[in-house]
């Protein structure tokens, strides 16, 4: 489903990714998870597109996204990729489904196509009494909501989450992470998960762990001191 290899990207001298390989199954809810500075945002934006990498490809449905111009790339985001960031980025002077439904049209979506997929998603999302309300009319838990069916409007293979519930309260964080799931089990994307939070990472059905630009066994994380006689 994803295929990464051989990832490296450098900003100037700082080199952030040193040489990643990774695969992700369909329908693998994978969270990605290490200390602030591990390069974990870095892999998730080039995973979704938003960035090229120095080195390496990286395959989606076998589709090498490395070698796409930068008109395919964005046809290819917009069709196959969604999006869901720590904070929910919806446009203020929109409603709820209006918000939603601005991807599908970015895809040529009809409106009455765009409208009845989103409306079905608001249903999904227990949101549907909250449709026509701006952003700012919208509780924080709502508002993630609204973004994360702003991201499967399309109908994605993949989402792509970066600290989804990072602003969330424990009550909302609990209610997205369930979602999440829900929404896998019901729809069959894969996602991506970079988060700080631990209870979403031992929920997932893989954890993956980044240090210094790199990934590493969780064994390694923490060494137990040696146990051998220094002096024998």
Known sequence: MIEVQNITKSFGT????????????????????????????????IIGTLDRP?????LINSIDTTTLG?????????????????????????SAIENIMIPAF???????????????LLQFMGLSDRSHHKPSELSGGEKQR??????????PEVV????????????????LHKLFFDLRDRFGQTFVIVTHDEELATLTDRT??????????????????STLNPHA
């Open 70 to 94: 930068q008109r395919q790339m964005s046809d290819f985001r917009n069709r196959h990729l969604g999006f869901v960031f720590q904070f929910h980025q919806l446009l203020p002077e929109f």
């Open 208 to 225: 993956i762990h980044m240090r210094d630009g790199l990934l590493v066994a969780p064994s390694s994380l923490n060494p137990q001191p």
């Open 106 to 120: 970015i895809a040529g979506r009809s409106h009455k196509e765009a409208k009845e997929r989103a409306e079905e």
């Open 14 to 45: 700082l080199q952030v990714l040193k040489g990643i390989d990774l695969r992700i199954e369909k329908g693998e809810m994978v969270s990605i998870v290490g200390p602030s500075g591990a390069g974990k945002t870095t892999l998730l934006q």
């Open 54 to 58: 120095d080195t390496g490809r990286v």
């Open 146 to 155: 609204v973004a994360v069916a702003r991201a499967l409007v399309n109908n």
């Open 160 to 175: 792509l989450a970066d600290e989804p519930s990072g602003s969330l309260d424990t009550k909302n964080k609990q209610e």
